[in-house]
């Protein structure tokens, strides 16, 4: 009888890097069916990271500074009693994770790593692509999209301001706060709001709780918009975007998670980011469309009204 193996899967990034990763979680899981598998994430991504069927266990990276001597130890104790080890972070900071870990079989791109992803032009590949080829070189052969049937959830799981409500499009208006020029303005937004419910469709603005005065001036230009901003959990939005009709936001999470569930997108990118490393891929030839402007000013909520997928 085949001893069980102890995996460990690093991926800690932010929202839109973590669903990119859907697939490779999905493949390292089909590659050890009966292997422990243990997720080591970031504390807002526990809770999607629990509900899906890639891991038996998921663990926080409290992310302690090297100073910390008590945090360190408490890490190294977590990484450490893998067999294998699969860091699809391949930050400086998770390479240093290899060291702590005792040096066990490892994927990514920490030196004297026994499975390295020695692809010189990793860092000019889309993410998806990087990953498939870095596990490919482990011996993870096949990267297919992930099935998210278990994100759907049921009627029952959508807000009860939105039961009932007829056709419905998500706004994602927020961005990264350190970073505005990822942002279109939100006068633009809620143009398209206007447009949307002139069309018979339900603007509903989904975003942080940060991101509520941009839903209120939407909302004050277009009543019939939904504010859900701060109301929905990682997995609520996953399920809204596999029932809307399509969505538009900026490069952010929130339209890789929409992306990810099927649903139309329309995503917005500035000169701050290059849409050929890091886009939301969609699960079929042109659900997604990248409207891309160097300042997202210059862009006019005509032309993305133009390509509104409802």
Not at 188 to 214: K, Q, W
Not at 230 to 253: E, F, K, M, P
Request: aromatic share 6%.
């Amino acid at each position: 009888m085949a001893v069980m193996a102890r995996i460990l899967v690093i991926k800690l990034g932010a929202l839109g890097d973590f669903v990119q990763a859907f697939a490779p979680f999905a493949a390292i899981r089909a590659h050890h069916p009966h292997d422990h598998i243990t997720l080591l994430t970031t504390k807002p991504f526990v809770e999607l990271a629990r509900a899906a069927p890639w891991f038996d266990t998921v663990e926080v990276d409290a992310r302690p500074a090297w100073h910390d001597l008590a945090g360190v130890a408490r890490l190294r104790a977590q990484v450490r009693g893998h067999d294998v080890i699969y860091d699809l972070q391949t930050s400086g900071r998770s390479s240093r994770y290899f060291r702590l870990a005792g040096r066990p079989v490892f994927s990514g791109i920490a030196r004297g790593a026994s499975l390295p992803h020695a692809n010189a032009w990793r860092n000019l590949m889309h993410t998806r692509a990087r990953q498939r080829d870095q596990l490919r070189m482990a011996g993870v052969p096949d990267v297919p999209d992930a099935d998210l049937a278990w994100l759907r959830g049921t009627d029952t799981d959508l807000p009860p301001d939105l039961r009932g409500a007829g056709a419905f499009a998500l706004l994602v208006p927020g961005a990264a706060p350190h970073r505005p020029a990822k942002r279109w303005p939100v006068d633009r937004f809620a143009d398209i709001a206007a447009i949307m419910a002139v069309r018979g469709v339900t603007p509903v603005v989904v975003g942080a709780a940060s991101d509520a005065p941009l839903a209120a001036q939407i909302a004050a230009a277009c009543p019939r918009a939904i504010d859900l901003t701060g109301r929905t959990s990682l997995g609520q939005v996953a399920a809204l975007a596999a029932r809307a009709c399509g969505a538009v936001g900026n490069d952010t999470g929130p339209m890789h998670l929409a992306a990810a569930m099927g649903c139309p997108c329309i995503v917005l990118f500035s000169r701050e980011s290059d849409p050929r490393l890091t886009a939301p891929l969609g699960r079929v030839p042109g659900q997604v469309r990248v409207m891309a402007a160097d300042d997202l000013a210059t862009l006019s909520a005509a032309a993305v009204a133009a390509a509104l997928p409802c």
